[in-house]
């Protein structure tokens, strides 16, 4: 992004305050070839957004396997893939990605080969790819050379794409360039800061740009961001979206003025809110949340008009950003909130650290290196308070805002209908009241301080009363979220279609949140697991034991869900990053699960004796090498490897899981259900751990990428599992 007439630093800020306009737009089957409709423009159930700046195709693809897809974020916006400047003697900066050379896909993330691998990977991970598509403009004067792919070109010289007659050649200024911004005709049609302006009226050079878009297409892509949106005319738009293949969502980046209210790009898509970012992210910087209840009536946009965001490339670097991964826990707070409170379509950013705003990415020799978080990546959407409210934002999708409470500026709560409840604390001290919820009994996963899997919580619990009340300690500076999908203890017991009924008011807890802490110390790499003799801790198998969280290091804590009255042994053991297994050096521990409550902890430290002590031969000694052996033939087992098949044939996104009455099998809480896989198409197949001589009903439910739940017919399933062998097979067909 080069000027000829003013300094880089200018032009960069000219781009970045005054030009950048984006917005994204929902094409629909059996609209017009011109105009694409905006009618129910919405991206899915799974909407939320992140942004990975500047990521590998390889990066992301990993990615999108092992964090987004699991955590229920449903797409990631990708830089622009086509073939670029490549500027070396600037020390390759970020924006030389956004002067284009070709449609070819080669750029320092990767080529078309990776870039159809990353796609396919996000896909089989329920994760959409939208690209940032840079069709405004080509590259600038002062760029002349080879491109990222080899490509040679000149300035209005693009060989085999376009000449000079495909460029607007404004003659106002001198120069070409935009110099009244509130001018529209010369904002459209003349260069922005010297990118050769393409003719976007003209039909081959639209027929050339919605060409590079079914490419894209046709290789799976979801959507795209259009950059810089308002220096092209909406008909201009119509015309190249219009003869786009499918329906991909697109989102127009738009900052309003006097000569461009983003309401103007609202009629073919969704549009960038940037005054989102403006007042959450003063809200949050200020400690002043309690006029956010009053969020829609302080935007341009309406909701459903709307893609918010706290920060976003640009305005990290032009000043704009009222807050940036620079504020730590601040803006992970005022993130974590976008996707609690129901406004637009949430996008997220994730970074890379710079001082230098012209800065690119961690790279070797202008070749962008692969993402480690923490390593020049700073992976803002990772945070435990942003990644786990994402789930949160799925589940309460749809829902409005209820029992709104604000008793200072720097507190506010608030529910949504009845599945989901979040606080905000930006006080310097910790808040303690009783909310009112509207949440059913129970006892819910903290999600804003630890992760929720498999029926086990990292973090802090929440008890409800059967008056939907909680009374609960926020942190300073820290944020709660709770909803009907991290449901720890007191669960529902099932209903004759196989769902839910919720307890009623006065009754006892069926299940217990128990809470293990182990006060232990470790060495770099280590982390801390709880090991026992029921399945719900592994059944003394180290593979199988059950991650403790170090957020309160070195307290690590766990909170499992595990039937009133259940008796088990356990120890503390620590792994490393070779896999070495170290046993705590004294007697197993025992406890007993209370009756009549529905919570319980049991703070504890490493190598210190806690509870009642069982006898030798009740489970491994403190040794690893003492772990158990087979059972002989007759004896008991301690539990039973139960491997259940079901034969079920599933639409493109779904997936088969089993769900049931014990903990084993999620308490009946499909958010707990346990994954079958699919290797053995259309036979689906999982090994579950279960206690013996233990009588459980179930069922097999599928989910498809939305989120969206199919139980089978009834009746429930029963079986009873065995005492002696110590395995079982249960083949099935879906109903």
Not at 268 to 282: P, S
Not at 329 to 343: D, K, M, N, R, V
Not at 361 to 390: D, F, I, Y
């Amino acid at each position: 992004m080069f000027t000829r007439n003013r300094p880089l630093a200018a032009a960069l800020a000219s781009v970045l305050l005054a030009a950048a306009l984006s917005v994204v737009v929902l094409l629909r089957p059996g609209t017009p070839d011109l105009v694409p409709a905006k009618a129910d423009a919405n991206p899915g159930n799974r909407d939320v957004i992140v942004h990975l700046f500047q990521w590998p195709w390889a990066s992301i693809a990993n990615e999108c396997t092992t964090v987004l897809g699991p955590k229920g974020f449903g797409a990631v916006q990708v830089s622009p893939p086509q073939e670029h400047v490549v500027l070396g003697s600037q020390g390759y900066p970020w924006w030389q990605d956004y002067q284009p050379v070709s449609y070819q896909f080669v750029s320092r993330r990767g080529n078309r080969a990776a870039f159809a691998n990353m796609v396919s990977a996000c896909h089989n991970a329920g994760v959409k790819i939208y690209v940032d598509a840079v069709i405004n403009h080509m590259a600038g004067g002062a760029s002349t050379g080879t491109g990222s792919a080899g490509s040679t070109y000149s300035q209005y010289n693009y060989p085999g794409i376009y000449q000079n007659q495909d460029f607007h050649h404004c003659g106002r200024n001198g120069n070409d360039d935009i110099v009244a911004w509130g001018d529209r005709w010369e904002v459209q049609n003349c260069e922005l800061v010297d990118l050769s302006d393409l003719a976007t009226e003209s039909s081959y050079v639209r027929g050339k740009i919605t060409a590079y878009l079914n490419d894209l297409v046709s290789l799976g892509v979801d959507g795209f961001r259009v950059d810089a949106a308002k220096h092209m005319p909406v008909a201009d738009l119509q015309a190249i979206l219009g003869g786009v293949s499918g329906t991909p969502y697109v989102f127009h980046e738009v900052i309003e003025d006097s000569a461009f209210p983003p309401g103007e790009y609202a009629g073919i898509g969704d549009v960038t809110e940037f005054r989102y970012g403006d007042v959450v992210g003063n809200a949050f910087r200020d400690a002043n949340l309690s006029n956010l209840n009053n969020l829609a009536s302080q935007m341009a946009l309406a909701s459903g008009d709307a893609v918010n965001f706290v920060d976003n490339h640009d305005t990290q670097r032009n000043g704009r950003a009222r807050l940036t991964y620079k504020n730590g826990q601040t803006h992970a707070l005022a993130a974590a909130f976008s996707l609690a409170y129901p406004y637009g379509t949430p996008q997220l950013m994730s970074s890379f650290t710079f001082s230098n705003n012209d800065a690119g990415p961690p790279a070797s020799n202008g070749v962008t290196s692969q993402v480690s978080c923490g390593s020049g990546w700073e992976c803002e959407h990772r945070k435990s308070v942003v990644a786990n409210l994402v789930g949160f934002h799925n589940a309460v999708n749809g829902t409005g805002v209820a029992n709104w409470t604000s008793p200072s500026a720097s507190r506010i709560a608030f529910g949504r209908g009845n599945v989901g409840f979040a606080a905000f604390n930006r006080d310097g001290a910790a808040w303690s009241t009783t909310f009112s919820t509207g949440l059913p009994a129970g006892v819910y996963c903290n999600v804003a301080t630890g992760d929720f899997t498999a029926g086990a919580c990292a973090g802090s619990t929440v008890t409800v009363n059967g008056s939907g009340q909680a009374a609960v300690t926020v942190a300073a500076n820290s944020a709660l979220a709770i909803y009907t999908g991290a449901l720890v203890g007191n669960p529902p017991s099932p209903t004759a279609s196989g769902t839910p009924s919720p307890t009623p008011s006065g009754t006892a807890c069926t299940s217990v949140a128990v809470t293990l802490e182990s006060t232990a110390t470790t060495t770099s790499g280590q982390h801390v697991f709880v090991a026992g003799s029921i399945a719900q801790l592994g059944s003394w198998n180290t593979a199988n034991a059950v991650a403790m969280s170090s957020a309160a290091y070195p307290v690590w804590r766990v909170t499992i869900s595990l039937p009133a009255g259940t008796s088990f042994a356990y120890k503390y053991i620590k792994k490393d990053g070779s896999g070495t297994v170290t046993w705590e050096s004294i007697a197993n521990r025992s406890r007993t699960v209370p009756t009549g409550v529905c919570a319980v902890t049991y703070p504890e430290t490493w190598n210190v004796p806690g509870g009642s002590t069982p006898s030798p031969s009740a489970s491994p000694t403190s040794s690893p090498s003492a772990s158990p052996s087979p059972s002989p033939t007759g004896s008991t087992c301690a539990s039973i490897a139960a491997a259940f098949s079901v034969n079920a044939t599933t639409t493109w996104g779904q997936n088969v899981y089993v769900v049931g009455s014990i903990p084993a099998l999620g308490n009946w809480n499909a958010a707990s259900a346990v994954a079958l896989s699919s290797a053995a198409y259309p036979v689906w197949t999982a090994t579950v751990n279960l206690p013996t001589g233990t009588t459980f009903a179930y069922k097999y439910l599928k989910k498809d990428a939305a989120g969206t739940v199919t139980w089978e017919s009834d009746p429930n399933r029963a079986r009873t599992t065995p005492t002696v062998p110590c395995t079982a097979t249960y083949p099935d067909t879906w109903r």
